[in-house]
């Protein structure tokens, strides 16, 4: 699993698609007024902000199974 910070930018964006068409698990972090437009499909999005550390707890937990 991948945690893409700043998906919603170019290079974010570019990193998360690269993932994607690889066949990886990703999660986007991104912050909560966010337009999130069309993303790929298996793209977990996660609402938080870097500047907001409290906010980053769902994005690092990781599910099994």
């Known amino acids: 699993m991948f945690l893409v910070t700043g998906a919603t930018g ?4 570019a990193v998360l698609r690269a993932l994607v068409v690889k066949g ?3 999660r986007a972090l991104v912050r909560p007024e966010s337009d999130l437009g069309t993303w790929p499909a298996g ?7 870097l500047n907001r550390p409290e906010t980053l707890r ?3 937990h990781h599910r099994s199974g």
């Not at 170019?10 to 964006?13: K, L, Q, R, S, T």
């Open 10 to 13: 170019n290079a974010g964006g």
């Open 24 to 26: 990886q698990q990703v």
């Open 43 to 49: 793209v977990e999005r996660v609402a938080g902000d």
């Open 58 to 60: 769902k994005a690092l």
